[in-house]
């Protein structure tokens, strides 16, 4: 009895497939039908295939570089047609100046009259007659030279193939494969099946493979650093990380430099300058960028509420009476207010006018403070500085409040 349940058993497993499993298998059968068709050479049908392929799965990675080979193919195919057709005229012409050059030759050419004694007087034959073969020879529209002519027409026997498409398609099924380290005992599979499929060689493997695993190695540390700075912060930790993603001690040194780098420019801090009067907009946007701030300048409030809704600076500096806007100084601080991105971040108001009414109103409204033009470079400098910083232990306070005490 067991032995006669097991079969059955067996065929309802096989039939108990999910639509997504049943959908890979259809898949599976169509991809194996264009390759097929592509051996055959028959690419327009195996294009027609490859398209519902992608209809039942849009993203599947062997679509795409089988559509790619086909469209390599057919270019192949479209430049070795033309280079075919060129032979054949080469050689009817070949045919055709061999079979001139072993006809009987035509008569002389005569430059003065011939008289022959029992014949009437032959007739004028100029020297600008030319003989059947020198005649088909001016009406080419190449040099009369046949090595020359026959050289013009060879065809391109070391035409590079241009192999981009297939590479970048195999780069990027790299790149998704090493995103989260080593790979699996499947992806291997998988990524030797494509190998074979786009005939990548060993040594372009090896090349694109190291590219790949060192940007995935750099992309998991940034992301550690953002999320979680204190698990790089051993040794052990980082070893087990380079293991993963293959990456060597020295390999890791060079990536660790280009963070640095990169980490330390962005520390600049971030300034939104706003200013009509042009001039000392752009003698701000200099000192400021000279003194280590990454500045944007912009001269109406228009412009920089319209920045603010998709960028989010460290500090903003602005002027109170903007004649070439819609919003002065002080409008423009409570719109700021409203954007939640931004309605914490340190705001300074830089204005010429002393009247003591305007001053009160701009530091009554909440503005981090109010400066006095004209003002030296060094007290701007260190103003900003001291705001930032102080908005900076601010935030630490409030993302990493102190304990409550317990009473004893």
Known sequence: MISQNMPQQNFQSMHELTPRDDNKKIISEVLKRVDQLIRKGDLDCAQREIIKAKELDPRNVYAFAL??????????????????????????????????????????VAKTLSISPLSRPAPIVTSTTLDPLEATFSSLPFERSTDMA??????????????????????KTLAEMWYDGALTVDEKRRLNELRTLLEITDAEHEGIEKNVKRECYKSVIIRQLSNNPISLSDAKSLSNLRDAFQISEEEHVQIQTQLMNVFQHKQRS???????????????????????????????????????????????????????????????????????????????????????????????????????????????????????????????????????????
């Open 67 to 108: 559509e790619e080979r086909i469209s390599t193919l057919k270019t192949e195919f479209e430049c070795t047609k033309i280079e075919t057709e060129c032979s054949e005229d080469i050689k009817r012409l070949d045919e055709f100046i061999q079979s001139s050059v072993t006809s009987e030759p035509s008569q002389p």
């Open 150 to 171: 026959i050289k013009d027409y060879e065809p391109q026997q070391d035409r590079v193939v241009d192999r981009s498409i297939e590479l970048e398609s195999y780069r």
């Open 270 to 408: 971030k300034i939104l300058v706003i200013d009509d009067d042009t001039r000392l907009l752009e003698l701000l946007e200099a000192s400021l960028e000279d003194n280590g701030f990454d500045v944007t300048a912009l001269s109406t409030s228009d412009e920089a509420y319209a920045l603010l809704r998709k960028f989010v600076p460290d500090l903003i500096l602005c002027d109170i009476n903007l004649e070439t806007s819609t919003m002065g100084g002080f409008t423009f601080y409570e719109k700021v207010q409203e954007l939640k991105n931004v309605q914490s971040i340190p705001f300074v108001f830089l204005s010429g006018l002393t009247d003591e009414v305007l001053v009160r109103t701009g530091k009554e409204l909440g503005v981090d403070d109010y400066l006095m033009k004209p003002i030296s470079e060094q007290t701007l400098v260190s103003t900003l500085r001291g705001k930032l910083k102080r908005f900076k232990q601010l935030k630490k306070a409030v993302e990493n409040p102190m304990p409550t005490m317990v009473a004893a």
